[in-house]
C-alpha cells in the first residue's frame, strides 16, 4: 500500500483535501472547530469540536457531496502570512487557534494562514493551486480523539479520509485497504476466538482464548525444539525485580519511560520487568565458570511488560504485556562471530519453515553524539559494531545501517519483515552486548587462569510470541498450515443414525495420534455444518458417507477448495501425520 505521506504530490493534495473536508464541515456545522489536520501514511484527518453534534455512519456522505460541490466551484487557495497578533485577532474566537498561536515563536516561524472561498484557516501548507484539483477522495472512517492526545481533555472527533490525482488509483487504494481489513488479525483473531481483550483487564493485555493458546504452545514447542538441538538450556525467571535489578543493569536509567511504575512491597521496591537480560545475567552468574563451558546459551518464554501509550496499543501487534522467544548467549571474544552466524543461520531457518521472503537485514548502530541514551565508552562502540559488520561481511547478508537505533548497551542487527499489508515490522533481533556483563561482575577463567569478562550475544527469534502470531494471521488471512491449525480436522458424518459410529471410531484413532480433531454430530444440514468448517478456516474436513464406511475410506475437503479427495484410511492417517510433522506449509 502506498505511503501518501511520503509521496509528495500526494502529500500536498491530501492536505489540501483536509482544508476540503474542513470547508464542507464549515457548512453543514457552521460552529464547529478545528484542531489539526495532518497528512498520515493512509491519507489525512481532522481533529473536530462539533460541540453537541455527532458524526455518524450516514453523515460521511453528506460530507463527500458537499465536498464535491465545493471543488466544482473551483476557488483558488491563497497563502497570506501573519504577525503574531493579526493571527491572534483573526481567530480570536477560536480557542483551538489561540491555543496553536500562543506557543508560536514570531522570530522563528512564519505564520501563515490559507483561504479558499468563504474558508480561512491557520496552516504551513503547502497546497494545491485551486480546490478543483480535489476531485478523487473518500472519507473512510471517523472515530474519537482527545484534545493533543490528552485523556484530562476533551474528547473530539476525528474523520480520516483519502484523495489521489485520478479514479483509478483511489479505486485500487480503496480495495487494498478492503483487503487489509479482511487481513487485520483483530478481526481474524475475534471471527476464529484466537484471543480477546476487556477492559477490566486494561488496555494492551490481551488474554488468549484456546484456540490462540494451541497457536501459541505449537510455536513454543517448535522453537524450543530447535534450540534445544543448537544446545541451548532454558529456564524459568520472575516477571518482577527490584529497582535496584534495573539500576546496576542500567535500564533504570536509560530505559524508565518504558516500564510500568514501581511498587513497594514490605521493604523492597519492585518493578514488572520489561525485559529478561538482567535475569538471565543473574543466573549466569550463579556459578563460576571456565572457557571450556562456553559458549552457554541460556532461553526462556518470558511475559515482559512495557508502557505502550493508549493510541498505539493494537490487538497481539502492540502490547503492554508480551511473551518474548527470549535467550542470552555467554561467549568469549573469539566466539561472537561463529555464535553472530549461527543465530542468522536460525533466523533465516525459521523464516524458510514459515515461507518469509519479503524481509532485510538493519545493522542498527548508536549516535556518536547522543551521550545520554548510549553508554559513554567510544572503544566499546567502535569494537562491538565492527565484530557485527565483519560477521555480515562474512556472510554475504545484504544489510543497511542505521544511526541512533542501537539498544543502549550494544549494536543490534534487526530482520525487518513486509507485511502482506501494512509497514515493515521488527520481528528478529540479535544484539551484541560488552556492558551488561560488565555491570553484574560477570567472568570465566580463561586457559591461562586469568578472569575475563564475557560477551553477550542478546537475541529473540520470533520477537514475541504475540507479534509473531499476529503477523501470521494476516499472512495466512486466518487459514494456517495444519500443524499450527487449533483444529485441524473435523469430521462429519453424512447421518448420525448410520455414520456416527464410524465417525466415532475415526475420531478416536485421530486423538490417539496426537491430532487436534473435532466431530460435528449435531442434528444440523450438511451443507450448513460445511460452511462452518470453512468459515472456521478448517484445513481439513471429512464428510463420512456409506461410502466411507462399508470401505474403510475417508473422503476430506482441503480448506478453500471444492474438490473431494477419497483415500484409505490407512493411507490418510498415514498423510496428515506426515504433514503435520514435516511442518507442510
Not at 458417507?545 to 490418510?572: A, Q, V
Request: contains cysteine; hydrophobic residues 35%.
Amino acid at each position: 500500500m502506498i505511503n501518501i505521506k511520503e509521496n509528495e504530490r500526494l502529500n500536498v493534495m491530501n492536505h489540501s483535501c483536509a482544508h476540503l473536508m474542513a470547508q464542507a464541515i464549515k457548512h453543514l456545522y457552521p460552529k464547529a472547530l478545528f484542531w489539526v489536520g495532518p497528512v498520515i501514511e493512509e491519507g489525512f484527518y481532522y481533529d473536530i469540536d462539533l460541540g453537541e453534534d455527532v458524526i455518524k455512519e450516514e453523515d460521511l456522505e453528506r460530507l463527500e457531496k458537499e465536498m464535491k460541490k465545493i471543488s466544482k466551484d473551483g476557488k483558488r487557495i491563497v497563502r497570506r502570512e501573519l504577525t503574531k497578533d493579526e493571527a491572534l485577532d483573526m481567530f480570536k474566537e477560536d480557542p483551538y487557534k489561540i491555543d496553536l498561536i500562543s506557543r508560536m515563536d514570531e522570530n522563528e516561524n512564519v505564520i501563515t494562514c490559507y483561504s479558499q472561498g468563504d474558508f480561512t484557516d491557520l496552516c504551513r501548507g503547502p497546497h494545491v493551486e485551486t480546490v478543483k484539483e480535489l476531485k478523487f477522495f473518500k472519507l473512510i472512517k471517523f472515530s474519537g480523539a482527545y484534545w493533543k492526545g490528552d485523556s484530562k481533555n476533551k474528547m473530539l472527533q476525528r474523520i480520516y479520509g483519502v484523495c489521489f490525482e485520478n479514479q483509478e488509483d483511489l479505486d485500487s487504494y480503496m480495495k487494498e485497504l478492503e483487503e487489509a481489513k479482511e487481513r487485520d488479525h483483530r478481526k481474524i483473531g475475534k471471527d476464529l476466538d484466537i484471543f480477546m481483550a476487556h477492559d477490566l483487564v486494561g488496555k494492551g493485555m490481551p488474554l488468549w482464548l484456546p484456540n490462540g493458546a494451541v497457536i501459541r504452545k505449537e510455536l513454543e514447542n517448535y522453537i524450543y525444539a530447535k534450540e534445544r538441538s543448537m544446545g541451548y538450556q532454558h529456564v524459568y525467571t520472575p516477571c518482577v525485580g527490584t529497582v535496584d535489578l534495573y539500576k546496576t543493569s542500567g535500564h533504570w536509567d536509560h530505559y524508565k519511560e518504558n516500564m510500568f511504575p514501581s511498587m513497594k512491597v514490605d521493604e523492597e521496591e519492585f518493578v514488572l520487568r520489561p525485559m529478561n537480560c538482567p535475569h538471565h545475567m543473574l543466573v549466569y552468574g550463579n556459578k563460576l565458570h571456565s572457557y571450556r563451558d562456553l559458549p552457554i546459551r541460556i532461553g526462556e518464554f518470558a511475559t515482559d511488560f512495557r508502557y505502550e501509550a493508549s493510541g498505539a496499543v493494537k490487538g497481539l501487534e502492540r502490547v503492554r504485556c508480551m511473551c518474548q522467544n527470549d535467550a542470552h548467549l555467554f561467549v568469549t571474544p573469539d566466539q561472537i562471530g561463529e555464535e553472530f552466524k549461527k543465530v542468522v543461520e536460525l533466523i533465516l531457518d525459521v523464516y524458510k519453515d514459515f515461507g518469509l521472503e519479503n524481509y532485510k537485514f538493519r545493522l542498527s548502530l548508536r549516535d556518536p553524539e547522543d551521550k545520554e541514551k548510549y553508554f559513554d565508552d567510544d572503544d566499546m562502540w567502535n569494537e562491538a559494531e565492527s565484530k557485527l559488520r565483519e560477521v555480515l561481511n562474512e556472510l554475504g547478508v545484504e544489510y543497511f545501517e542505521a544511526i541512533g537505533e542501537a539498544a543502549f548497551y550494544g549494536p543490534k542487527l534487526d530482520v525487518e519483515v513486509k507485511p502482506a499489508v501494512g509497514p515493515e515490522v521488527t520481528l528478529s533481533t540479535c544484539q551484541l552486548d560488552f556492558l551488561l556483563p560488565r555491570r553484574f561482575e560477570l567472568s570465566y577463567v580463561d586457559s591461562n587462569g586469568e578472569k575475563k569478562v564475557p560477551v553477550v550475544l542478546h537475541r529473540a527469534i520470533f520477537g514475541t510470541f504475540d507479534r509473531f502470531t499476529a503477523f501470521i494471521l494476516e499472512e495466512t488471512k486466518g487459514s494456517l498450515p495444519l500443524w499450527l491449525s487449533p483444529t485441524q480436522i473435523n469430521i462429519i458424518p453424512v447421518n448420525n443414525e448410520y455414520h456416527l459410529d464410524y465417525s466415532k471410531e475415526l475420531y478416536n484413532e485421530l486423538l490417539e495420534k496426537n491430532i487436534r480433531v473435532e466431530l460435528d454430530s449435531r442434528d444440523e444440514k450438511l451443507s450448513y455444518k460445511m460452511r462452518e468448517s470453512q468459515t472456521r478456516k478448517i484445513p481439513m474436513t471429512l464428510i463420512i458417507g456409506d461410502k466411507e464406511r462399508d470401505n474403510n475410506e475417508i473422503s476430506f475437503r482441503l480448506f478453500g477448495e471444492k474438490e473431494t479427495t477419497t483415500l484409505s484410511k490407512e493411507e490418510f492417517i498415514k498423510l496428515v501425520v506426515d504433514k503435520i510433522e514435516n511442518k507442510s506449509k
